[in-house]
């Protein structure tokens, strides 16, 4: 293919959710499409993931205040935002991207550019699930509760005014009624509707599915170990030989950073540990629930529940740590009137791609003629947004790159990407 010439081909490095979303949408225009994934599909940070699509409330971990409130659990293992001790420059550029990131202004501009990009989520996660992708979504919306009455409207207020949702606060005795398994530590809650969820894995096995369906070559246990790119083409080098292709897309999560350097590009990516298991309850939730003063969600997965929670920034991405399961479980008992603990299944921990500013990373690297895109960095919201970047992927690897021009996503936005050679 000549530099100005349409693609063709493309090799998406990376099957978890945003890799196939891509794969998705590139193939819908009718590219041939493979995804090279060094593990199984969904093994990163996907699969294990709590299954919120949340489109009207998406937003960065940095809101205004969180460094105050949070400072001194930072360095508590058993609160829910905790930053293993350790020192690097990746860890220090994060955090102090972070810190600047709460200013209220940053904030909100953030959060309305994450919410805009959102808006089309539900719609494209339909069009998905009509070709076959089985979504099964529970629609109930989500029930946020509260130790007090005055925590219950703290929260009620600030969702409104960064969001516009509304709802009205309800009291404990009509809370345990609408969901009988919750205990009565809770004073009060609200609930706000037009919130999904799904089992995310389940999700990933119909999506590859119908992507192997129409002719998306799928390689698992193959690991990408550098990437290149001249004016004629692209091409992954990997464990099982070198991939040639006409475009290259970086959707390898956390990981994405070891690879986009091997083009001398350091990304604003660190990974955010969290952690999630199911068990029984014997009065399933109807809703998804916010626990929303300990940092825990349980979501109904059919006959059980899953619970998911914690923020921890660890340089170790697959390290995981039964010791997070057990305060996650110290934390949410108190809350719940009948558990059977003995019944915990599918313990598992998975690295968040997280950016210091709260935002994806999505776009070429390079100049606008380069042949290699990223599309990472989506901290807790990659399901949500995993279809709206498959389909904007697609739009920047066919369209003109004009596009990017308006892409507050982009890897060149000061800050969220670093260039230190000259090998692009
Ligand atoms: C506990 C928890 C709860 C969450 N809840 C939600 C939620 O409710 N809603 C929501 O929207 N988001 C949620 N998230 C966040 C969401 O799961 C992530 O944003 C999302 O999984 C990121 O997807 P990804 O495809 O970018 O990365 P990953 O899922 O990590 O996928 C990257 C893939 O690339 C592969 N890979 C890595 N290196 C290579 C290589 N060199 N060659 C080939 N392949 C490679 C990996 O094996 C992996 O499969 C949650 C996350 C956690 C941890």
């Known amino acids: 293919m000549s530099s100005d010439a349409a693609p063709e081909s493309v090799v ?19 590219l041939d499409v493979t995804v090279v994934e060094s593990n199984s ?11 919120e699509i949340i489109p009207e409330i998406a937003a960065p971990l940095s809101t205004p205040g969180i460094v105050r409130d949070s400072l001194k659990s930072f360095l508590d293992p058993n609160s829910a935002l905790f930053v293993q001790p350790h020192f690097s420059f990746e860890l220090f550029r994060y955090l102090r991207r ?10 909100e501009k953030s959060a309305a550019q994450l919410r805009d990009f959102a808006q089309d989520s539900f719609d494209l996660f339909k069009q998905i699930e009509s070709e076959g992708s089985g979504l099964n979504a529970n629609t109930e919306g989500f029930l946020f509760v509260f130790d007090t009455a005055a925590a219950a409207e703290k929260s009620l207020r600030m ?26 530590k809770i004073a009060a809650g609200y609930v706000l509707k037009n919130q999904w969820t799904i089992d995310p894995g389940r999700f990933i096995d119909e999506l590859t599915k119908t992507l192997r369906a ?20 692209a091409w992954v ?33 660190v990974p955010g540990k969290g952690y999630s298991f199911n068990v029984d309850l014997p009065h399933p939730f109807v809703r998804t629930i916010q626990f929303a003063d300990v940092h825990v969600v349980a979501t109904p997965m059919g006959d059980n529940v899953r619970i998911a929670g914690t923020m921890e920034l660890d340089r170790r991405r697959e390290h995981f740590s039964p010791g997070r399961i057990r305060s996650i479980i110290a934390a949410v008992d108190p809350y719940l009137a009948e558990v059977d603990w003995q019944s915990i299944r599918n313990e598992w921990v998975g690295p968040r791609p997280m950016t210091g500013d709260g935002m994806p990373i999505i776009g070429r690297i390079g100049p606008d003629t380069s042949r290699v895109m990223v599309a990472t960095g989506h901290n807790m919201h990659g399901l949500t947004l995993g279809p709206v970047t498959g389909r904007l992927v697609a739009h920047l690897v066919t369209e003109s790159s004009a596009l990017s021009d308006a892409n507050p996503f982009d890897p060149a936005i000061n800050g969220r990407s670093k260039r230190w050679s000259h090998r692009l």
């Open 214 to 233: 129409a002719s998306v070559s799928i390689i698992e246990s193959t690991r990408a170990t550098s990437i290149g790119m001249n004016d004629q083409s």
């Open 12 to 30: 998406v490095v990376g099957g978890g959710l945003i890799g196939l979303c891509c794969a998705y949408f590139l193939r819908q225009q009718g």
């Open 41 to 51: 599909v969904g093994s990163g940070s996907s699969r294990g993931n709590a299954g």
């Open 237 to 269: 080098r990997t464990t099982d030989g070198t991939f040639d292709a006409d475009n290259i897309v970086v959707a390898a999560g956390v990981w994405s950073r070891d690879l986009c350097r091997t083009l001398g590009v350091d990304l604003d990516l």
């Open 98 to 107: 972070f810190v600047l990131s709460t200013r209220p202004t940053v904030f």
């Open 159 to 184: 969702q409104t005014s960064t969001t516009g949702v509304e709802a009205e606060v309800i009291t404990g005795n009509r809370i345990r009624r609408m969901e009988p398994n919750l205990s009565a």
